[in-house]
């Protein structure tokens, strides 16, 4: 491809992607995603493509569709698109600009309610035999807010890496803790603090002897299935854990994945949960079970733990942590399939095009010769 016509390719995949945050963070219209699709499919036939391309873009899109007919939820049709098209991507130079978007987003929402020119969103719910009073801080919910928080950390860390040192993390901590005061978001307050507190231990490489460790290493790489079939188990006999799992804002998760177990059953590409209040429902396996079907979840768990087992295999450290950490997010919130909730999913791009893993392994180590670079990944397959 030429590289004009790369860079037309860049700018328009870039172009529908503020326009898809757009729509999910400010303006909700419906003609903002057949806006976003209409130019990815603009790219996708500019930039040319081969007989094999076409097919792996068909098949994704195919599944796509046929899950969206199922459970009209366009953020499947979206995200496996930005997939499929990404051919030409360059992975780091994404998280790199998703960063600046994000970034972007967040002040624009916290800013303007912290000056009060916007509303705070005050929430005050009854958990636990008291009122805890949480602030969404111009996002939507508290959890959406604390969720875009800890997707920014993981993009810096990405991003960044070793140029981080320990003032840089503690900052970091620091700020989580700051935005935790208004959220009372424990998930994501926990979750970033682990996720910050491994990416400072494993950024010594002398530390990696833990992940090289047989038995972490199955359990790391094949979490998303454990997690999985976990899930699935505490939510089924949820009745049998409600004493042991202290913490009623975890088990009321669990819960209500029983009733959508009890309520709905299984199908192929998924359902719309007929009149269920999906945006409720937290509990992110069995949600992708049960909306968006058998097919789409075994394919997405199997991709994930390929992705898990590939990162694992060149010592990519931090983006282990990042999908270990959200293989466990997921056992308390719905974020699979959703790019506007977090950013590390784009990596299944190693699944559908082998070679941008080469490029991206090029770009982290600042390789710029591609041929010494694929000889030394060979050694390692």
């Given at each position: 491809m030429?590289?004009?016509?790369?860079?037309?390719?860049?700018?328009?995949?870039?172009?529908?992607?503020?326009?898809?945050?757009?729509?999910?963070?400010?303006?909700?219209?419906?003609?903002?995603?057949?806006?976003?699709?209409?130019?990815?499919?603009?790219?996708?036939?500019?930039?040319?493509?081969?007989?094999v391309y076409c097919i792996k873009v068909v098949t994704i899109m195919v599944l796509a569709v046929l899950v969206f007919f199922s459970n009209n939820m366009s953020n499947v049709i979206v995200t496996f698109l930005f997939l499929a098209v990404a051919e030409d991507i360059?992975?780091?130079?994404?998280?790199?600009?998703?960063?600046?978007?994000?970034?972007?987003?967040?002040?624009?929402?916290?800013?303007?309610?912290?000056?009060?020119?916007?509303?705070?969103?005050?929430f005050v719910v009854f958990q636990e035999g008291e009122y805890r009073i949480r602030y969404s801080l111009g996002f939507e919910h508290p959890n959406v807010l604390g969720m875009s928080l800890f997707n920014i950390f993981v993009l810096i860390v990405l991003v960044y890496r070793e140029k981080l040192?320990?003032?840089?993390?503690?900052?970091?901590?620091?700020?989580?803790?700051?935005?935790?005061?208004?959220?009372?978001?424990?998930?994501?307050?926990?979750?970033?603090?682990?996720?910050?507190?491994l990416?400072?231990?494993?950024?010594?490489?002398?530390?990696?002897?833990?992940?090289?460790?047989?038995?972490?290493?199955?359990?790391?790489?094949?979490?998303?299935?454990?997690?999985?079939?976990?899930?699935w188990f505490v939510s089924y006999n949820v009745r049998d854990f409600w004493g042991i799992i202290g913490s009623e804002t975890?088990?009321?998760?669990?819960?209500?994945?029983?009733?959508?177990?009890?309520?709905?059953?299984?199908?192929?590409?998924?359902?719309?949960?007929?009149?269920?209040?999906?945006?409720?429902?937290?509990?992110?396996?069995?949600?992708?079970?049960?909306?968006?079907?058998?097919?789409?979840?075994?394919?997405?768990?199997?991709?994930?733990?390929?992705?898990?087992k590939k990162v694992y295999k060149f010592e990519l450290r931090y983006e282990i942590i990042a999908l270990l950490c959200f293989a466990v997010y997921c056992v308390l919130e719905n974020i699979f399939l959703e790019m506007t909730k977090y950013s590390v999913?784009?990596?299944?791009?190693?699944?559908?095009?082998p070679s941008k893993l080469t490029e991206y392994i090029n770009d982290i180590n600042n390789i710029n010769d591609t041929n010494v670079s694929k000889n030394k990944i060979s050694k390692k397959v």
């Open positions: 030429g590289d004009k016509k790369n860079m037309l390719c860049n700018i328009l995949f870039y172009v529908a992607l503020a326009i898809y945050y757009v729509f999910k963070y400010f303006l909700h219209y419906d003609m903002f995603i057949l806006l976003v699709c209409g130019v990815l499919i603009v790219k996708f036939l500019i930039g040319g493509f081969d007989l360059n992975v780091k130079k994404f998280f790199k600009i998703d960063l600046f978007f994000r970034i972007i987003i967040f002040l624009s929402k916290i800013v303007p309610a912290a000056f009060g020119i916007t509303d705070v969103g005050r040192n320990i003032l840089h993390y503690i900052g970091l901590l620091f700020f989580n803790y700051i935005i935790y005061s208004y959220t009372d978001s424990r998930t994501s307050f926990l979750l970033s603090n682990l996720f910050l507190i990416c400072v231990i494993f950024s010594y490489k002398k530390m990696y002897f833990i992940l090289e460790n047989k038995v972490n290493k199955f359990f790391i790489t094949n979490s998303y299935i454990l997690l999985f079939i976990i899930s975890f088990i009321t998760r669990f819960y209500s994945a029983y009733q959508i177990m009890a309520i709905l059953r299984l199908k192929l590409f998924g359902q719309t949960g007929s009149g269920i209040i999906t945006s409720y429902f937290d509990q992110g396996y069995v949600f992708l079970l049960y909306f968006y079907g058998i097919i789409a979840t075994i394919i997405l768990l199997l991709g994930l733990t390929i992705l898990l999913e784009f990596l299944l791009v190693f699944i559908i095009f």
